[in-house]
């Protein structure tokens, strides 16, 4: 080959290069421009005084919310980089349930972070390592500055689920929710002893009507939408009763597929209806037999959960009959009254039946009915009910989302027993560490890396100053002043706007583990977008 050929070959070669490159900055930054979009939109909603979004869905319904977690699972996201986003925050939100906005931020803040660096030059991987080594030292500063949290001590957990309630729309009624909110926690398990809790086990039953501070435990049951049959006469009311679970119909029995009946004379026609009388007659003499003197039954998308004329004999028998039972709530009735739930007639016996205090129809303060199971006093089911009132659906939805928030602060508390101070205080301490140790490596890339990390920090306290409309380049500034000073719980009062020099005596503080988890799934995040060089279509 001559020179020439050579030479040219060889720049070809280096122009495919360049190329390839090239694409792989491109493809990196515009991942990272989908991503801070998406953190950008959150920033408004931080904090006490951060602004809720009223979001339109496909089915034209509308949410008002200040949830991160909730705002995100309901925007229509096309970018797959965007799309990681809204899975961390909610993978916080499985993890510790408050903390699905900062985590955003924080993950917008990191990519800031990197963009700036990557146009400074430096590898892509180096970033992603320092990042890891950034949040390990910024977890054992977490650790240093929490406190560990007495679980008896009310006043202290009470202050930590109002923190998380500050800033939501029922944050008026926080007096009231918070307390509410870990007598729930209290009454399904043992703060002291146990290492998780499963919300489950408290269950939200949404009635319109009323207002939040009408919300109440029940111990026991409630129904807001299954009342007792009265059509024939049945009873609303059962003292001490025996409970059946049923999951079959007591209606007459439909074949599976489509049939006539040619019917030629009237006599064959009674012998129709006598046949389902008996059949119908059979089933409601086997419950009585059993000793049952209320019936759930399970709903049943192909024929009537309980007929007419079999409600006419429970009636005849004092059976009270609720039919059309949600599927999906039978292991919790089971549950929480100590029943088997009974799937066939001949399997109905009086072990299988749970006992109450009473079963009964009842009207709320605003005249609104539900039906509710009350068991006695000191009967300590596995279970407990919330009953959440609100005006209407808008204001209901977000008291049971915020209601959440405050009980994922008391099972981040049951996991991890520390607390931390908010209002910006842990994050401008975790930059103050971060600094003084890139001043001890060498200046190099780490260091430059490290540092970025630190600076991304400050974007809780930055965002939370701007949503308070006080001038946040100065609030940060002051408080690096402090924090440099030693007043490590040196944060912002939102209420004030004015920064404070102990966030904890001021009752600003929350759940160490809602901002472990929240830097971990963020610098995670952030270091699996920067690994990113290429996205490929797949069939
Ligand atoms: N009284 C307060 N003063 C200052 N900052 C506060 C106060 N109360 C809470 N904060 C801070 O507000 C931030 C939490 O705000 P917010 O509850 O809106 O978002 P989140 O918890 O990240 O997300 P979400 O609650 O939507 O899951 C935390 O950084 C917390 O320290
Ligand atoms: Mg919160």
Redesign the pocket.
Known sequence: MSKTATAKTSSKKTGQLLNRQEKQTDVRMGNIHAAKTIADIMRT????K?MDKMMQTGKGETLIT????TILDNLSVIHPTAKLLVQTSKA??VEA???????V?LAGALLKAAERLLRKGIHPTTISDGFAVALNKSLEVLNLVAKTVDLNNQEELEQCVK??L???VVSQNSTHLAPLSIKAVRAICDLQSETNVDLRDIKIVKKMGGVIDDIELVNGLVFADNKPARSAGGPTKVENPKIAMLQFCISKPKTDMDNNIQVNDYSQIDRLLKEERRYILRLVKKIAASGANVVLVQKSVLRDSVSDLALHYLAKKKIMVVKNIERTDVEHICKTINCTPVAHIDQLTPEKLGNASVAEDHTLSDGARVFRILLEEEARPPTVTMLLRGSNNLVLDEAERSIH?GLCVVRSLVKNKAIIP???AIEIEIWRALEDHANTIDSGPVSMVIREYAEAMEV?PFT?AENCGINPMKTVTELRNRHKKGKTYS?????TGKIVDNCLEHK?M?PAL?TTS?LTLATEVTRMILKIDDILNSR
């Open positions: 909603s931080l904090g006490p951060g200040n949830d991160g977690a916080q939100d349930g408050d903390g699905t906005t900062s985590v931020i923190t998380a500050s800033s939501k928030d908010g209002g910006g809780i939370l944060g912002l009062k939102a209420k600003i929350q809602v929240a």
